[in-house]
């Protein structure tokens, strides 16, 4: 396995929109002050984002697109494009601000598809099909079952449902960051990224089972019943209600998205993880929370991943 090592120096920060294909640098490169909180969407669903831009004197309108490329030093990328789906405008102190709440699904995304392809044709066929039909770029595609549909492949959909439904068929999973689509599985990909306290992370990762204990379970002890759970009890609740193993916050690295695998390196947890829900944050500070599932089946090549670090 090739080991990638994510390098993030905390300073030059480095961000810019480009609002209509209109490039709009941040207030550290002499250019406009603007904040994004940005969040993955549940599985198979579509991610928003909050994107605040001060002072800008045209109006962004709805309909808009809008990409975001964030980075350090000379490590700038391209994270998502989003659709400006709702806006409005407000005085904050001595500031115009337009508060513009956007969809990863854009145009692209939400065109209908009509299709039909006869004979003996693979889901992957389907997909990169449905793909070419609207304009997406497909990135990565992995499926864990690549079925034959005997009868041919038809459809008249909303491209972005019907590509959600191929890839439950394929048992995978999806993401559609802007134009960009990413297909995978549970499975360890060709490389990861390594993610250490040198390398980005702030602090431990934190068990989600011991949140879930503390929030939902004991409050639903204190305030629906009077009975007290026991270990085993408490314990079967955690394991049902526990959406990812840890919660793992790092500064802002504009190539992690949901679905990718991360190897951790720290005090609380050394193994590979899949990222399953990402929270971004670009404004005063920068933070990015990462919801994760420790992947099984890699935590034996833990000792190969550290030796390729530089």
Not at 116 to 145: T, W
Not at 249 to 263: A, L, M, N, Q, S
Request: include cysteine; glycine fraction near 6%.
């Amino acid at each position: 396995m090739q080991t990638f090592i994510a390098n993030r120096p905390l300073f030059p920060r480095n961000s810019y929109l480009v609002v209509n294909k209109v490039r709009i640098d941040d207030h550290n490169n002499d250019g406009l002050k603007f904040d994004v909180e940005a969040k993955t969407g549940e599985e198979g669903k579509v991610g928003v984002a909050t994107i605040k831009i001060y002072n800008l004197s045209q109006d962004v309108e709805i309909g808009s697109e809008i990409e975001l490329w964030f980075g350090y030093a000379e490590d700038v990328g391209y994270y998502s494009k989003y659709e400006v789906i709702k806006k409005k405008k407000r005085k904050e102190n001595a500031s115009f601000v337009q508060e513009l709440t956007c969809s990863e699904r854009t145009k692209n995304s939400s065109k209908i598809v009509s299709l039909s392809l006869d004979g003996n044709i693979r889901i992957s066929e389907a997909i990169k099909s449905i793909v070419k039909f609207m304009g997406l770029n497909l990135i990565s595609m992995e499926l864990k079952k690549d079925k034959v549909y005997t009868n041919g492949y038809t459809c008249y959909n909303q491209g972005f449902q019907e590509l959600r439904e191929l890839v439950q068929d394929s048992e995978s999973k999806m993401t559609l960051k802007g134009d960009d689509l990413y297909i995978y599985t549970d499975k360890v990909k060709n490389y990861a990224i390594h993610l250490s306290f040198e390398t980005g992370l702030i602090k431990n990762p934190e068990a989600v089972e011991k949140q879930e204990e503390e929030r939902k379970v004991n409050k639903k002890n204190d305030n629906e019943s009077k009975k007290k759970w026991s270990k085993e009890e408490k314990k079967k609740t955690i394991k049902e209600s526990n959406k990812y193993d840890y919660n793992i916050e790092c500064f802002p690295i504009h190539y992690i998205k949901k679905g990718d695998i991360v190897y951790v390196e720290s005090t609380e947890l050394n193994s590979f993880v899949q990222v399953e829900e990402v929270d971004l944050t670009l404004n005063d500070s920068w933070n990015m929370k990462l919801g994760v599932k420790v992947i099984k089946d890699g935590e034996h090549k833990n000792n190969s991943s550290k030796n390729t670090k530089n």
